[in-house]
Each structure stands twice: as structure tokens, then as C-alpha cells.
């Protein structure tokens, strides 16, 4: 879901959701549609910044192995 879209930099912020949690699926996806993390060392090009890649979780959710049920955090 997009959230701000900044004309003068072509950069977006948005908010995405995954399920299976497969490593680098985010950063994979959005590089094999053209449209790279900014900053991302490993699937970007040409979109370094010096405040590194620019990609964080906000909350997580997931199914505890040990029978605990639906665990759902808010990060910050």
C-alpha cells in the first residue's frame, strides 16, 4: 500500500505485508520489478545514500511452535 510518494526524489514509502517470511523476499521482489530498496547493497544499483538500506518492520506476527498461539509485537 502506498503511502507518500515524493516526486522530486522518485522515492515512495509503502507499506507490505509477506507470509512466508523467506529470506530477503521483499528486497528480491521489489529489485526483480524494477524498483529497488534505496540503499539496498545487494539488489540496488545506482541508488546508494548514506544512510544505508531503508527497509525496517514496524510490527510482526506469527504462530508460536510451542502452542502459545497468535503472537502479534509493535516494533518502534
Request: hydrophobic share 30%; proline share 4%; charged share 20%.
Amino acid at each position: 500500500r502506498l503511502l507518500t510518494f515524493d516526486a522530486t526524489q522518485n522515492t515512495s514509502k509503502l507499506e507490505v505485508s509477506i507470509e512466508t517470511g523467506r529470506k530477503h523476499q521483499i528486497r528480491r521482489h521489489f529489485a526483480d520489478n524494477g524498483t529497488p530498496i534505496w540503499g539496498d547493497p545487494l539488489y540496488g544499483t545506482e541508488n546508494k545514500n548514506t544512510s544505508g538500506l531503508q527497509l525496517r518492520a514496524v510490527s510482526l506476527s506469527f504462530t508460536c511452535p510451542f502452542g502459545k498461539g497468535l503472537r502479534n509485537y509493535i516494533l518502534s
